[in-house]
């Protein structure tokens, strides 16, 4: 029995490495889309990537981009210049919707 749930917990794991592998490999731009919002806000309450889900030091003033998977992790405000959270929907300093006009993208 032991052997069985361990096999399991094996093959598990390697079809878990083997998605975020995938998932790495593609554009960073691209897998910021396609990331959920709440999963995004979560891993970054925690300090962890919402890309490769790798600890950060967020308190970084000068990280934008993850070191590891080269996700986006902040930009500016495009209507206050405001450093914000690249996953966040509005500035929390002006209010302003995401978007377009932010600044800081590759």
Not at 58 to 64: A, G, L, R, V, W
């Amino acid at each position: 029995m032991t052997i069985l749930i361990g096999r399991y917990a094996i093959v598990a794991m390697n079809r878990y490495l083997e998605r975020k592998r995938n998932e790495e490999a593609l554009p960073a731009d691209e897998r910021q889309q396609q990331m959920d919002y709440d999963r995004a806000q979560q891993c970054t309450a925690k300090g962890i990537c919402p890309g490769c889900e790798r600890p950060l030091d967020f308190q970084h003033p000068e990280m934008d981009y993850c070191p590891h998977c080269s996700i986006n992790l902040f930009n500016r405000c495009g209507n206050c210049n405001t450093r914000k959270s690249a996953f966040n929907r509005y500035c929390f300093h002006c209010g302003s919707a995401a978007g377009s006009n932010d600044t800081g993208h590759k």
